[in-house]
């Protein structure tokens, strides 16, 4: 079980043209604009005790999170310490923010506290800017910037999480030149697609709504993701952890996924809004995916699952059942399923899955007989232009 926590629900000071939660304001009821502190410390007790693991996550997530204030993140890390104390637990926490909000006092108490940092950037300038906006529609990357710089200063560790979109996917090359510059050894990518009018189940027929302009097209993922594999394969491994890669590879060693969207079944990753309400996954704030509010539960937090979403995600279509690829990509993430004509709803990024998994399959065998020889898969890296001279 892990909660990904909304301490300020939708609100952010930038208004990032394809956020997915912006509009949450128009479908969640009203409710407080920071997270009450009765709210906190029942999730922070009650999700302390639920755990069975030693370490409990934290995942505070917005919105931009650090609108809450320093003060809300004192109180809650107190309140950590006091409860973790009590079970015999340890405690770790971590923030993906826009980085725009980051100053002196932000670094000093996250350092203090060990806090990672996950910083929301898209690429060079160009590409940042072309939809991560201000309010008033200017572009935000001069500011994340300046937030970064203030990590560095107090040596915060960070990640990089960059959204793969209309635009960014054409220049896959000088994203991942441009993340390593940063300094980022951990890199995690989102496949951004969102619809007009929204609505909570995407196996509808397409003709029904309209994919909004800022969407990486249904066959694109290939086309940004093979050449930055083929990057880090070559110079990389081993050095940064490129979340989606990592999942793939511990996939075919039999470690099973890390990345929920490619596992077999959803996860308990459970999202906990300001106003207390808990819903089943961060992507699915629909009311259908509510799963109570904490504050009116009768049973403790280990007793929710993620059953619909399970549920929906191993409803699988005719073409996942027989693509060679299931085994890696169990047909993708719920939400991303849309029935694009054939009338059964199979991922929206398939094309490009597909295009990618078959690009990255010679490298897979290797890793696994590596592996299988007792030798680190990262040894790869010496044989590259071995596996790519025999696909020529
Ligand atoms: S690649 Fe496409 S057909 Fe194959 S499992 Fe994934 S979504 Fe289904
Ligand atoms: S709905 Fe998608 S993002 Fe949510 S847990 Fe399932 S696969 Fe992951």
């Known amino acids: 079980m892990h909660f990904t926590i909304k301490p300020v629900s939708y609100h952010c000071n930038l208004a990032c043209d394809y956020c997915f939660y912006l509009p949450k304001g128009q479908l969640l009821p009203p409710g407080p604009k920071v997270m009450p502190e009765a709210v906190l410390e029942t999730l922070v007790r009650e999700y302390i005790a639920a755990c069975d693991s030693d370490t409990v996550y934290f995942t505070w997530q917005g919105g931009e999170p650090l609108l809450a204030g320093l003060d809300f993140y004192r109180k809650a890390f107190a309140l950590q310490a006091k409860y973790a104390a009590q079970w015999g637990k340890k405690v770790e926490n971590a923030v993906q923010t826009n980085g725009t909000l980051l100053n002196e006092e932000w670094c000093e108490l996250l350092a203090q506290h060990q806090v990672l ?6 690429g060079p300038q160009e590409l940042h800017d072309a939809w991560r906006k201000t309010r008033s529609g200017q572009g935000s990357f001069a500011a994340v910037m300046a937030g970064i710089e203030q990590l560095k200063r107090h040596h915060i560790p960070f990640n990089t999480l960059t959204c793969i979109n209309a635009v ?9 030149r441009f993340l390593k510059d940063l300094g980022s050894t951990y890199w995690q990518f989102s496949e951004v697609v969102e619809t007009m009018p929204e609505h909570d189940d995407m196996s509808r027929p397409l003709a029904s709504y309209q994919v909004k302009p800022f969407a990486l097209p249904h066959d694109a993922y290939g086309q940004f993701m093979l050449p930055l594999f083929k990057q880090w394969v070559r110079h990389d491994i081993g050095k940064i952890v490129v979340r989606q890669f990592e999942s793939l590879i511990a996939c075919v060693l039999g470690l099973g996924h890390h990345s929920c ?18 819903y089943e996954c961060d992507q699915t704030v629909y009311p259908r995916y509510k799963l109570g509010n904490i504050m009116a539960l009768t049973s403790d937090l280990a007793s929710l699952h993620a059953q619909q979403l399970c549920a929906a995600k191993q409803a699988l279509c005719a073409e996942c059942q027989a693509c060679p690829y299931l085994p890696l990509c169990h047909g993708g993430c719920v939400k991303h399923r849309i029935d694009r004509g054939t009338g059964a709803a199979q991922s929206y990024f398939c094309a490009g899955y597909r295009e990618f998994f078959a690009g990255i399959t010679p490298y897979l065998n290797v890793m696994v007989q590596l592996v299988e020889q007792q030798v680190p898969y990262t040894a790869i890296k010496g044989l590259v232009d071995q596996i790519e001279a025999a696909l020529q």
């Open 261 to 278: 969207v490619w596992e077999g079944c959803c996860p308990d990753n459970f999202v906990l809004e300001a106003n207390g309400d808990i």
């Open 168 to 176: 960014n996917y054409r220049e896959p090359l000088k994203v991942y």
């Open 117 to 122: 940092l996950g910083v929301s950037i898209d």
